[in-house]
């Protein structure tokens, strides 16, 4: 049953709106709230802990089951980070407090930074991108500023077909241009044909490593060659980490510029639009131009120092989605290197187990050694006239969250597979199970495909639609 809001419930006769108090304050008129939202629907203790316990169960998380989404690291969230980033002592703090009473925060603010270097083989970062998408954003304009301060004119930025679309984005809202190249036949970017893009009007290439299709880029040495050699600089989406970490660092790949999604690897939760975090990190020639203000340590006190006159300033307010920084903190501190390392290699063995098992009635187009994920192709039942949608909506129906479909752009009817390191070998047998059972009867009963999903209350929405004319309030 679709539970609708608590002010629908006014309708019920026993129900009666409670107006707020009436008392004098002395809040400045322009700020009193007005209209309806002063209306409060009367309603018992129990009306309303069943109103969210059912609005609950519409949801699907990684807390029910399997979240293969593709792209997305959809694994499990530590309760712990939770119970942590909710301490009093986080919670009841404000950014405007003096720097002596928030020690412990800044605390972690500089010792998360100093992790995520460690980690990515990086010299600088800042944690205050709220997503990835802002995090390439940030890294464009230093990248700009850098190039400026130089006083070089470099306006291309050069981003594969495989790229996840905010790369393109991004680079033209930092007032770039964008050159695609091809993938090639191994569904990698190969260094012969990035040489003839590269030249003194290149400023960056984008690359995700490993790719979108779960592949290691195995040129990037000789692709980081040729593009310093140019005079040019390497970005790396940071979104695909989990497939790498512990075991080898952008960094060391000749990396210059990386962005990391605190709620793909770093275990945050995500899914909704809830805050996220997508910190950047620069190698040294770039770190003037982070923003500020940033959390430096002196005589073992922490500070913020906005003394940068080469930083392009703020891009969030304050230091970024701090209790999510917490979290981060919490799950890197939590891990240790041992446990770091484990997430790429237990990650990598689900991914390929599945690739394996799915293989065996999926067409799999860049059929090699994964990472953390790969890409299956429904393209063989458009004749029967399903499409990688239909076989997605029908996975909702055996309770399964769908993989992420039509991405890459590369894969057509793309289906794209992320388990996760904290998925048992168990969950991944019914995911195969469940899959299978979706695709036989895709032969034998397409009906039931193209009319899925059957067993949830939201059928086939308007897509589109619903991005384009985005309603977010009641
Ligand atoms: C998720 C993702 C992004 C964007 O990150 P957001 O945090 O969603 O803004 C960029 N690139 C790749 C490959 C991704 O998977």
Redesign the pocket.
Known sequence: MLEGSLFEKKRSKVTKYVDTPKVELEIPERFLRRGSLSKFPSLSELEVVRHFTNLSRLNYGIDNNIYPLG??SMKYNPKINESLAELDEFVDIHPYMDEEYVQGALKIIYELERLLCEITGMDGFTLQPS????G?LTGLLIAKAYFKDKKEERDLVIVPDSA?G??PASAVMAGFKVVEVKSDERGLVSPSTIKHFLNDRTALIML?NPN?LGLFEEDIEEIAYLTHKVGGLLYY?G??LNGIVGITRPGDMGFDIVHL?L??TFSTPHGGGGP?S?PLGVKDSLVPFLPVPRVSLKEGVYSLDYDFPKSIGKVKCFYGNFTVLIKAYSYIRLLGREGLRSIAEISTLNANYLQKRIGEFLEIPYKRLCKHEFVASLKSFRSKGIRALDIAKRLIDKGFHPPTIYFPLIVEEAFMIEPTETESLDSLNRFVSALREVIEEADINPDIVKEAPKEHIIKRIDEAKASRMLKVKW
Not at 131 to 134: F, P
């Open positions: 792209s997305c997503a990835g998408a802002h390439e996840h905010t790369n995700t979108t989406d979104a695909n999604n709620h793909k996220g997508g």
